[in-house]
T-cell receptor, first 114, second 113 residues
Framework: AQSVTQPDIHITVSEGASLELRCNYS??????LFWYVQSPGQGLQLLLKYFSGDTLVQGIKGFEAEFKRSQSSFNLRKPSVHWSDAAEYFCAVEGEGGGNKLTFGTGTQLKVEL | EAQVTQNPRYLITVTGKKLTVTCSQN?????MSWYRQDPGLGLRQIYY???????DKGDVPEGYKVSRKEKRNFPLILESPSPNQTSLYFC????????????FGAGSRLTVL
């Protein structure tokens, strides 16, 4: 069975600083990978996804992520963080079997200092 | 606006009192699913549905029931809620079974006393 690890529970960055959120997955074949963001009191919104092709994917709000098969990683990055980026971020992998079944990491809570 | 709507958004109930959390989507999606979110555990799938009258268990189905009588609706039923079902619940829908983006509802926070 697939699994996702987000090693950082909380991260604090200053506004304008760069950001990298880590995600490692465990899955035998090429996975479908996602990053979602959850703002307080809101549902989850898709930031970006990787299915195949170019390993550097661009998403909404200036986010990007790079798929590295050799490291089983799919880290999320943003060159300059805005205060409105404060939220919880979830990495997820879709494995075999379909059923809209995503395996989520435990999330990283991002705090942005002004 | 394309959306998934859940109700209620907040609910406090007592052990054993049956409740239903409704979910409706307006995107004509065939696939719908329920997840629960717990601190330190992320989101885990409870049930999913591939079409009307077709449902299957996810990772944590115990204590829950679902039904899919209409394409747009996918209610989550707790026949006899227990405190360990206190959680944040999300409904999601998708236009395909695989490799597709899920559209999530805003969540329903349930507390069982």
């Amino acid at each position: 069975a697939q699994s996702v690890t987000q090693p950082d529970i909380h991260i604090t960055v200053s506004e304008g600083a760069s950001l990298e959120l880590r995600c490692n997955y465990s899955y035998g074949a090429t996975p479908y990978l996602f990053w979602y963001v959850q703002s307080p009191g809101q549902g989850l919104q898709l930031l970006l996804k990787y299915f195949s092709g170019d390993t550097l994917v661009q998403g909404i709000k200036g986010f990007e992520a790079e798929f590295k098969r050799s490291q089983s990683s799919f880290n999320l990055r943003k060159p300059s963080v805005h205060w409105s980026d404060a939220a919880e971020y979830f990495c997820a992998v879709e494995g075999e079997g379909g059923g809209n079944k995503l395996t989520f990491g435990t999330g990283t809570q991002l705090k942005v200092e002004l | 606006e394309a959306q998934v709507t859940q109700n209620p958004r907040y609910l406090i109930t007592v052990t054993g009192k049956k409740l239903t959390v409704t979910c409706s989507q307006n995107m004509n999606h065939e696939y719908m699913s329920w997840y629960r979110q717990d601190p330190g555990l992320g989101l885990r799938q409870i049930y999913y549905s591939m079409n009307v009258e077709v449902t299957d268990k996810g990772d944590v189905p115990e204590g829950y029931k679902v039904s899919r009588k209409e394409k747009r609706n996918f209610p989550l039923i707790l026949e006899s809620p227990s405190p360990n079902q206190t959680s944040l619940y999300f409904c999601a829908s998708s236009s395909s079974d695989r490799a597709n983006v899920l559209t999530f509802g805003a969540g329903s926070r349930l507390t069982v006393l």
